[in-house]
């Protein structure tokens, strides 16, 4: 596409923001130490930028940008342009939905198609919480070992699609001494396509070596899927060493090794009955037989779900 081309859409784009009361600007740096320039950057209260997409996929340099000013202007919102009559692949939207990016479609006007989210960025220091923040992995899995440090006697971990990364971190957190003193480990999770015999094969081997260090895991699958759905978050239950309960409420495990905001939550209340859960599920090892009966009907229902749901969003971004 022409320069002259996108210049019509940052016109467009201008004239819509200005409407909005913003004060527009094209191809500006952002700030003294963020030197790249998207193509409209508008402000008042609010601070936004939108870069026009010209491709068929974001690439990566966009989103290492974006990273960089989140990091430097907190309150910055992030959109894509999206021209109307550009056909682009699906992996643009659930790129976007994923980081937070917003979207506009734009022809002759313009079109919210997805509002862009905040990062969450807090104080780390602050009461009740712990920021995993973008690009510092390290210091990211250093606040999941805080919270793993003041766990004893018992660690449960509820998660509905709890990921087999689950048992590395646990199992890097005993070698490494961040847990000490829990003699048990029970996790809980939900039936998904990743539940399958590798799964269940990295549980095991990952069960046979906290045993041989006196730690006894157990794995359990809730089989009711409708009761599986009132699971929202992941959350670590557990209690400290003068046997006060403690609850943390965890964001993704990708967020902590990748380049995303999240908080862990120290100080929640209202928390699923993880007893009451547990009492409801099926033992990965005496059960499997079933289990993995249910996983492949699964898999089978949400490929088709989501190919439903990939033909909406490419008609909405082209209609």
């Known amino acids: 596409m022409e320069d002259d081309d996108v210049n019509q859409y940052k ?5 819509f923001f200005a409407d909005q009361g913003l004060t527009v600007f094209f191809d500006v ?16 209260s609010q601070m936004l930028i939108l870069d026009i997409l010209t491709q068929e996929k974001i690439p990566d340099l966009y989103m290492r940008k974006y990273i960089e000013a989140r990091n430097k202007v907190p ?4 959109y894509l342009g999206l021209i109307g009559d550009l056909n682009y692949f699906f992996e643009v939207i ?8 917003g979207i506009f479609k734009i022809d002759s006007t313009m ?22 923040a973008s690009n510092r992995p390290y210091r990211n899995i250093l606040s999941l ?11 449960h971990w509820l998660e509905r699609n709890l990921p087999k990364k689950a048992f590395e971190v646990l199992f890097e957190a005993v070698e490494d001494g961040d847990i000490g003193g829990v003699e048990t480990i029970r996790l809980l999770r939900a039936i998904d396509a990743e539940l399958d015999d590798g799964y269940r094969d990295e549980f095991l081997k990952f069960g046979t070596e906290l045993m041989a260090r006196g730690i006894s895991v157990e794995l359990r699958v809730m089989k009711d899927a409708e009761l599986a759905k009132t699971v929202h978050g992941r959350y670590i239950y557990s209690v400290d060493e003068h046997g006060v309960q403690l609850l943390f409420k965890l964001p993704p495990l990708n ?3 990748a380049d995303q905001w999240d908080l862990i939550l120290t100080d929640v209340k209202e928390v699923p009955s993880f007893s009451e859960l547990w009492e409801s599920g099926v033992d990965i090892r005496d059960s499997w037989g ?7 009907e699964y898999f089978k229902n949400k490929a088709a779900q989501l190919e439903k749901q990939a033909r909406e969003l490419q008609e909405r971004a082209t209609s």
Not at 11 to 15: A, F, L, P, R, T
Not at 75 to 78: C, D, F, G, M, T
Request: hydrophobic share 35%.
């Open 145 to 155: 070992k805080k919270c793993f440090r003041n766990c004893k006697s018992h660690l």
């Open 255 to 257: 967020s902590l090794k």
């Open 29 to 44: 740096a952002l700030s003294d130490t963020i030197r790249w320039r998207p193509h409209v950057f508008a402000k008042n």
């Open 75 to 78: 309150n910055l919102r992030i």
């Open 111 to 132: 079109k919210l198609l997805l509002e862009a989210k905040d990062p969450t960025i807090e104080n780390l220091a602050e009461k009740g919480q712990l920021t995993i």
């Open 94 to 101: 659930s790129e976007c939905d994923k980081n937070g990016v």
């Open 11 to 15: 016109d467009v784009c201008g004239k």
């Open 290 to 296: 079933s289990l993995k009966q249910l996983a492949k």
